[in-house]
């Protein structure tokens, strides 16, 4: 069965995720940055309405993926909340100086995080050789990878995309994610041969207070629906 994790950017993002089928949601703040981790408030709000899986991201920053002994420390923080908040799993990626994974401190997280599953995000994008990264990421243990093939987009990524999943052999998850919508997912499915898909499926809200707009992005139902339409076409 084809899964499809929506990235929600709050708990009402979440809910409608899981109204409209999602398998899974990744929960997490600060979407223009690429997500940063959600508050203790959403993540426990989050819980307590959501019955599919709830993964939070990890991250406690926006920019690069090589952190501060300060920052790493935070990370295992937020990760002793999550764990105890009830989540299902976790998302996080680290790189070191030469673009390479972090072993040592990936290791570190993994075992905190026991048994929850465990996601390595788009720093495997960053690194310095997606193939090597892999099967680091592999050896480590962590269930899924996510991925845009190291592009900008996954359909841009497609073809890397394709070859990853031949070279994992099943023993990891690719999962394409980045700018996957209603127009490329079938496409995705089909090249990729993979199995899980990540997007946010979001649409921007406008409010008007004062005389003035604010807009916001939320996840959009009817996309969400769309995206889970495509999927039964092909499981």
């Known amino acids: 069965m084809i899964q499809l994790e929506i990235c929600a950017n709050s708990v009402t993002s979440a809910l409608i995720a899981q109204e409209g089928g999602a398998t899974r949601v990744e929960l997490c703040e600060n979407l223009a940055e690429g997500g940063t981790t959600p508050s203790y408030a959403q993540i426990q709000v989050a819980r307590k309405n959501l019955q599919i899986d709830l993964f939070p991201i990890l991250r406690p920053r926006g920019g690069d993926f090589n952190y501060s002994d300060l920052e790493f420390e935070i990370m295992k923080t937020d990760l002793k909340v999550i764990k105890e908040l009830g ?36 720093a495997f994008d960053k690194s310095a050789d997606l193939f090597q990264a892999m099967e680091d990421i ?98």
């Open 87 to 122: 989540c299902d799993g976790v998302v996080f990626g680290i790189l070191n100086q030469e673009g390479k994974v972090d072993k040592d401190r990936c290791a570190e997280l993994l075992k905190l995080a026991q048994p929850l599953q465990v996601t390595f995000h788009r």
């Open 138 to 235: 592999i050896e480590l243990g962590f269930n899924r990878i996510l991925t845009s093939g190291g592009k900008p987009t996954a359909i841009e990524g497609l073809e890397i995309i394709k070859k990853l999943v031949s070279s994992a052999k099943g023993r990891i998850s690719i999962m394409p994610g980045s700018g996957v919508n209603e127009m490329n997912l079938q496409d995705l499915i089909i090249e990729t041969n993979a199995v899980e898909f990540h997007t946010t499926a979001k649409s921007f809200i406008t409010n008007t207070s004062n005389h003035s707009e604010y807009n916001r992005e939320l996840t959009n139902l009817e996309k969400v629906k769309n995206l889970i339409n495509i999927i039964k076409r092909h499981s």
